[in-house]
């Protein structure tokens, strides 16, 4: 194991050395600072060019007003300035503390960030707390058209590699309220076994998690379902960990989050464990999906990782 | 690997994809393409997700043929002189190969790993292969299959001597000691190709050269082994079926490489392909098959454009169904019933089928003005009906029935509204058509079906009616997945349902509630005005299943090629449509899409303030 996997401490979010966050479109991209939850000695906001749309300008205002350094770029933009700027911000001695909202960052660009962690070799340790700020329920808009399936990056596409070399692809899958886009994703993926993880997060969300999935309820066993809190998220990378254990010498294991960002953070941390064994997918409408605003709800849950010193996996 | 007795899963049960062959042989029933799958020349098996073209080739393997119990086993097992290679595919190992290196290095040495990954994935089907041969169960109620002994020596000698030619070093010189050595090679790889990724461009072509296990190349390979174990096995001219399913899926580079290999002059090597209708992305599969000469290789294509065709096969497929499930020796029709179908000219009609014909003619002139206008025109009789025979009999009747029981069934009055009434998908070959023989579909719906039936009685035709339409909504979810091709701008695009939504939406006009017409369209040619993007998803719609093409009397399988093609809709849709399990007459696409007002333009453009479905 490379890094170590921590709940998060109670004083979290007192103060950090660097806090990154997102400059996106929803409401909620701000929270963290402007509620007071996250502190630090100084800011960083990733930002997407196209995103200005709800609450981006509001956000960006907001951000410029404090002095927040602003950076932003394309997918593939960020790939290329992450390799470089945010290699320099995680070798710096000076971070020791580093704190990033997850909220309104896209999975491909966790996907990135968490690649470099799996990689970073230090002098001093260093700890990376990873914030989420729940949203407030909104309806889910009836969408859902896969336009891209693919590994979030090409470091999370798996390789798998048992003696027979055989087996079916399993899929475990975190469920979201997008009708039928769950159903869609074991269909492209022609999947053999398939694990679902169920949100449970209010009453609300979990009537709307019921009814868009009410195809992929018939085609999966009640014992094949497992249902997580978005809050309890150390026990989320646990039970995650502990069934791909379990799978991984059986079958293809690919996890594909839909729903809740938090388990996209607990899909990577754990295919980080099992590098390079276990693909993790992102699914999303790309262009043709709909937006929306997302405020938050004022709760903010967290993971920490820890990366001792000369951590490095493949040195 | 877990069986299938764990999925409750309608796709995910039947997928060949999760068995083992001896669980795929366990209920497998042959459809008459597998037949012409045991010749040993190249084959082509063309068909949609689900046709069970994995279940075929899976089927070709030793460990397959010897757990079959069939009244057609032995012959089969007779017929088969060759050993069965299968090498899987999906999505998931495609985007593993394909990520290799995918960022950090240029395309060249991208491709020495791909090639390096690929050419392992062969060598370790070929050795599984080889091990069922030499070292297979000893299970009981298996029949031998070109088995061979090799003795314990001899296996040490081979396998040192391959193990030298594919440069590996296994820490057992045994068969499973060879696979694990290549399972070893596959990590190997992935971790010398991250490695090249940290270390940089420089000196990177002389480090890679350097490493010769990465440019072993897969046809040569496979060769030094086949003629290694033909002197060691005592066997001469031994052939052997390399088994390759979802073609469509490998990165290009490989489908163009075994498409080619259908030209392979070694008669030892035969080539057996599996891919999906419409291989649109792999142009080069559609020229390279297209440029060869059919005696080359064997198209088969795993479809039924017209139902009846169909038929045999799930007929016996649900009487073994039946069997198993202590039905007995009851017929599907006597679970079922029959579906009022008329049967060819020259075999018996049920008694059933004539009085339905006159019941539910009666029942429309009733309320359909233009229908009664056209019995008027035609000088047909409602009441002498069963006088008109023969010839006249089949050009009107015949001809009329299926439009009659759908219009029936769903036109409340001359208002011409819609209502529900779907107890006519019901009936065992009404079943079998609107599973299009899809091994997968069928399966699932008569599983859920028998599940329902009490003590081994007749399923209601209520419930067979909404098992069908259950069964078609599953698809439809599926279906909705599934983009539209992009446009430009920034409209935001539909999903493939709703393309498939107006296509449906306009036969239901055209059948159910616009005038009567005897020739009411039911299935469209894609004409020439037809757009990419439109023939595109048309072809994703292919793919899927979702569209059914309808070949002329002489033409090649496929893969295919859109514009001036035949197709109809799914009969597992027709529900949704109301639409009659018949193949109607053909209409120009365009024309089809101007009656109901749609431009191709705007075809996939979801409205600006709505939202689709």
């Not at chain 1, 004083?11 to 996106?24: A, N």
């Not at chain 2, 070893?184 to 010769?212: F, N, P, W, Y």
Request: net charge positive; hydrophobic share 40%.
């Amino acid at each position: 194991m490379v890094y170590r996997i921590e709940a998060l401490h109670p004083s979290f979010g007192r103060h950090y050395d660097v806090g990154i966050v997102t400059l996106g479109y929803e409401r909620r991209a701000r929270f963290l600072i402007e509620s007071g939850w996250l502190q630090a000695d100084r800011f960083l906001a990733l930002g997407f060019p196209d995103a200005d749309t709800f609450s981006y300008r509001e956000n960006q205002k907001y951000f410029l007003s404090l002095g927040v350094a602003i950076h932003s770029v394309d997918d593939l933009g960020f790939e290329r300035w992450w390799a470089t700027e945010g290699r320099s911000l995680l070798h710096a001695p000076t971070c020791r503390k580093l704190a990033i909202d997850i909220s309104s960052l896209s999975r491909r660009r966790l996907g990135i960030i968490m690649e470099s962690l799996f990689e970073l070799e230090r002098s001093i340790e260093l700890r990376v707390d990873f914030l989420y700020s729940l949203a407030s329920f909104v309806p889910p808009i009836e969408d859902s058209v896969i336009d891209v399936c693919e590994p979030i990056t090409p470091f999370f596409a798996g390789w798998h590699a048992t003696d027979a070399g055989d087996e079916p692809t399993g899929v475990v899958l975190g469920v979201g309220y997008e009708k039928d886009r769950a159903v869609g994703v074991l269909e492209y993926l022609q999947a053999g076994p398939s694990w679902v993880f169920v949100p449970h997060s209010g009453d609300a969300y979990d009537k709307a998690v019921n009814r868009a999935n009410r195809a992929l309820w018939k085609m999966t066993a009640p014992d094949m379902r497992l249902p997580y809190n978005p809050r309890h998220i150390f026990d989320l990378v646990a039970a995650l960990d502990s069934l791909v254990s379990g799978i991984e010498g059986r079958y293809r294991a690919v996890i594909v989050p839909l729903g809740p960002k938090i388990f996209a953070l607990a899909s990577l941390m754990v295919a980080c464990l099992h590098y390079p064994k276990v693909g993790v997918w992102r699914v999303s409408p790309g262009e043709i999906g709909a937006q929306m605003d997302r405020a938050a709800s004022g709760e903010v849950v967290g993971i920490s990782i820890v990366i001792p010193i000369n951590s490095r996996q493949n040195k | 690997m877990t069986g299938r007795d764990s999925f409750s899963n309608l796709f995910e049960a039947y997928n060949a994809r999760v068995l083992e062959p001896y669980q795929v042989a366990q209920t497998f029933i042959p459809p008459r393409h597998y037949f012409r799958l045991l010749e040993a020349r190249h084959s082509v098996v063309v068909g949609p997700r689900g046709s069970g073209k994995t279940t075929l080739l899976k089927m070709l393997q030793g460990a397959a043929l010897e757990a079959w119990r069939h009244s057609r086993a032995e012959e089969c097992r007779d017929r088969v002189r060759f050993t069965g290679v299968f090498i899987p595919a999906d999505r998931a190992w495609t985007a593993q190969v394909e990520s290799l290196g995918a960022r950090g290095l240029d395309l060249e040495s991208r491709r020495v790993f791909e090639e390096a990954a690929f050419t392992t994935h062969v060598l370790r089907a070929l050795v599984r292969a080889l091990e069922y041969r030499c070292h297979p169960p000893s299970t009981e109620g298996l029949t031998p299959h070109r088995r061979t002994v090799l003795s314990a020596e001899n296996e040490v000698q081979f396998v040192r001597e391959l193990a030298r030619t594919w440069q590996l070093t296994p820490a057992v010189p045994s068969l499973a000691g060879l696979r694990r050595s290549l399972s070893s090679r596959m990590l190997e790889i992935h971790g010398v190709c991250a490695k090249e990724r940290l270390l940089g461009e420089k000196d990177r072509t002389e480090r890679i050269a350097a490493q010769a296990f990465l440019h072993l190349s897969f046809l040569t390979a496979v060769v030094a082994g086949i003629e290694l174990f033909d002197d060691f096995s005592g066997e001469r001219g031994a052939k052997w079926a390399f088994l390759f399913d979802e073609l469509e899926l490998a990165p290009d580079w490989i489908s163009q490489m075994l498409t080619a290999a259908l030209r392979s002059v070694d008669e030892r090597l035969i080539f057996k392909l599996a891919l999906v209708p419409f291989a649109g992305s792999s142009k080069h599969v559609n020229s390279t098959l297209g440029a060869m000469p059919r005696h080359d290789y064997d198209e088969i294509a795993l479809w039924y454009a017209h139902k009846e065709d169909g038929y045999e096969f799930c007929e016996s497929l649900v009487t073994e169904m039946l069997r198993r499930r202590s039905f007995g020796t009851k017929t599907p029709e006597a679970v079922f019933g029959d579906s009022a179908r008329v049967k060819p000219l020259g075999r018996a009609q049920p008694r059933r089928s004539a009085a339905t014909i006159e019941r539910q003619m009666r029942s429309l002139a009733s309320k359909d003005a233009s229908f009664r206008s056209y019995l008027k025109a035609n000088r047909l009789d409602l009441d002498r009906l069963s006088a008109v025979r023969g010839v006249r009999r089949k050009q009107t009747i015949n001809k009329i029935r299926a439009i009659v029981a759908a219009r029936d069934a769903f036109r409340e009055s001359d208002r011409g509204r819609s209502r529900k009434r779907p107890e006519i998908y019901s009936g065992a070959e009404t079943i079998y058509a609107a599973s299009e023989g899809n091994p997968r579909w069928l399966i699932g719906m008569v599983t859920e079906l028998l599940e329902r039936s009490r003590d081994g009685q007749r399923v209601s035709r209520g419930q067979q009616s909404r098992e069908i339409t259950n069964t078609g909504n599953q698809f439809r979810a599926l279906l909705r997945t599934i983009p539209a091709p992009k446009t430009g701008g920034d409209s935001r695009r539909r999903g493939l349902l709703s393309l498939l939504d107006e296509i449906g939406g306009a036969f239901q006009k055209k059948v159910i509630l616009d005038a009567f017409d005897p020739d009411a369209p039911g299935s469209f040619v894609v004409d020439a005005s037809a757009n990419e993007r439109l023939a595109a998803s048309l072809g994703e719609a292919l793919n899927a299943g979702a569209l059914v093409y309808v070949p002329d009397a002489n033409t090649e399988a496929g893969p295919i090629s859109l514009r001036g093609k035949r197709f109809r809709l799914a009969y597992l849709l027709a529900p949704r449509y109301q639409l009659p399990l018949a193949l109607l007459r053909p209409v120009a696409l365009s024309t089809l899409l101007a009656s109901a007002r749609l431009s191709q333009d705007t075809l996939f453009c979801l409205p600006t303030t709505g939202i689709d479905d």
